[in-house]
């Protein structure tokens, strides 16, 4: 059974007319359009980039109260919209994706929560991060505070929330391929508006450190990371995908918003793609009846990008990029690490406090926040940060190991290898960091073995 198959099993289960946030594939390929369009408009620091969160934030939480089984494909969309906004400098407040995101997993969960195993585990995860806040409000005050613990906490907080809402919905209203579509659509929009004024620049001067000029004169950590999940997004859709059609526009589009990842000079949602895409590719041809079809698709793509593509963009780039992408250099994020470990063996209980790790660090120029979730939880929550690690460690295997087929085993895979590479070179900083994690926890037990399709 593949993942794409579900879509066959849900439409026999679920006679209903389609919901508005269905998706043919031609459908799909016109919003992507009108999402380019959009982001490579869409004005710096104005009313209409403001207007744009505000609505996508206040649209989603209405449709996912008029109607709870929208609430997934909302907050999917919104982890995707994030960067577009803030990219577009939109004045309203720094963690209102995850904020929104929460909101429209909440909804979605009336009358569906239920005490599970996994939902029991995803709320001890959360709950063992929450007293270290005291030593946060105690050190300074609680206007500071909340915004150090909505910081460092909103990222975990929806990663619980996330898994507990995929967890206990229904498969009839978490269909894969639809989630990854409405994640990648406005992904695709950041691609555009990263190109377009990539093409348009001037002069772009290439050095052996993270380029603002090829990330759209953004954050190129924020930049690769959103990029690196849209192009697994892409090949994820391409390998549930059963016409060639599909899978060349899918693979096609992921190459390019891979490209683009690597254009930034930011190394860490590079290699986070690369590790989900790897994980998709193992178990993808493991499947006998998968191996064939897929492997063709993967193998020219790969060939394509490294014998043709990265060596004429190595070229561009005056072998800045070869050089840049060979350099062990962690850039300062493994001092960062090590300064959380030294934080931790000297307040192992209960750690320093949330956001605080920064006001203790001894290594010069570091003071600022972990780029790996799990040295933060060790030093900002001490041994419950620990306990909380091991809860999300432990959740994670049981939705791996219970995994029905090879289909499914690939999908989870795949996101769980992106969540944890980019957990330990971005910590959960945008909202796609937990939304894209909380995917591999859909339930695929009990489905039947249908026939493949391509209804999205």
């Known amino acids: 059974m593949t993942v794409a198959a579900v879509s066959a099993e849900l439409r026999q289960r679920n006679a209903a007319a389609r919901p508005w946030f269905s998706l043919t594939f031609e459908r799909f390929v016109g919003l992507a359009a009108v999402h380019v369009v959009f982001a490579i408009w869409l004005p710096r620091a104005s009313l209409p980039a403001t207007a744009f969160a505000l609505v996508v934030v206040a649209g989603?939480?209405?449709?996912?109260?008029?109607?709870?089984?929208?609430?997934?494909?909302?907050a999917l969309y919104i982890a995707g919209a994030e960067l577009l906004w803030r990219m577009a400098a939109a004045n309203v407040f720094w963690e209102l994706g995850k904020y929104g995101a929460i909101a429209a997993l909440l909804l979605s969960l009336r009358g569906r929560f239920r005490l599970t195993p996994v939902t029991t585990a995803a709320t001890t995860y959360f709950v063992l991060l929450i007293p270290a806040t005291a030593a946060t409000v105690g050190m300074l005050g609680i206007a500071e505070a909340r915004s150090r613990i909505a910081f460092s906490l909103s990222g975990p907080l929806l990663l619980a929330i996330g898994i507990i809402a995929f967890s206990v919905m229904p498969l009839e209203e978490v269909r894969p391929q639809r989630l990854l579509a409405w994640l990648a659509l406005p992904i695709i929009g950041v691609a555009g508006r990263v190109g377009w004024q990539t093409v348009r620049a001037e002069e772009i001067i290439f050095e052996s450190e993270a380029s603002f000029a090829t990330s759209g004169g953004f954050g190129p950590n924020q930049v690769s990371t959103i990029l690196g999940?849209?192009?697994l997004a892409?090949?994820?859709?391409?390998a549930q995908s059963?016409?060639?059609?599909?899978?060349t526009t899918f693979n096609a589009l992921g190459g390019l918003l891979f490209l683009e990842a690597v254009l930034t000079f930011s190394r860490g949602g590079?290699?986070?793609?690369?590790?989900?895409?790897?994980?998709?590719?193992?178990?993808?041809?493991?499947?006998?009846r998968r191996a064939r079809g897929y492997l063709l698709g993967a193998l020219v793509l790969g060939l394509t990008l490294w014998f043709l593509v990265l060596p004429r963009v190595d070229q561009w780039t005056g072998g800045a990029l070869g050089e840049r992408f060979s350099s062990l250099d962690s850039s300062g994020r493994m001092d960062i690490a090590k300064s959380d470990l030294d934080l931790f063996l000297k307040k192992p209980i209960l750690g320093v406090g949330v956001g605080l790790a920064p006001n203790f660090r001894q290594v010069k120029n570091f003071g600022v926040a972990s780029h790996t979730e799990l040295t933060r939880a060790l030093s900002e929550h001490g041994s419950l940060g620990l306990l909380s690690s091991l809860c999300l460690i432990?959740?994670?295997?049981?939705?791996?190991?219970?995994?029905?087929?090879?289909?499914s085993k690939a999908w989870t895979a795949a996101?769980?290898?992106?969540?944890?590479g980019n957990m330990a070179t971005a910590s959960l900083r945008l909202a796609a960091s937990a939304a894209v994690i909380c995917l591999a926890f859909i339930d695929f037990r009990g489905l039947k073995e249908p026939g493949p399709v391509d209804d999205q």
Request: with cysteine.
């Open 60 to 74: 989603s939480i209405a449709a996912a109260w008029i109607r709870p089984s929208a609430g997934p494909y909302c």
């Open 229 to 231: 999940v849209g192009a």
């Open 234 to 238: 892409l090949f994820l859709l391409a």
């Open 242 to 247: 059963q016409r060639r059609l599909h899978q």
């Open 270 to 288: 590079v290699g986070s793609a690369l590790l989900g895409s790897g994980a998709l590719l193992i178990h993808q041809t493991a499947s006998p």
């Open 394 to 407: 432990g959740l994670i295997s049981v939705c791996y190991w219970r995994a029905p087929s090879f289909g």
């Open 415 to 420: 996101l769980v290898a992106w969540g944890l």
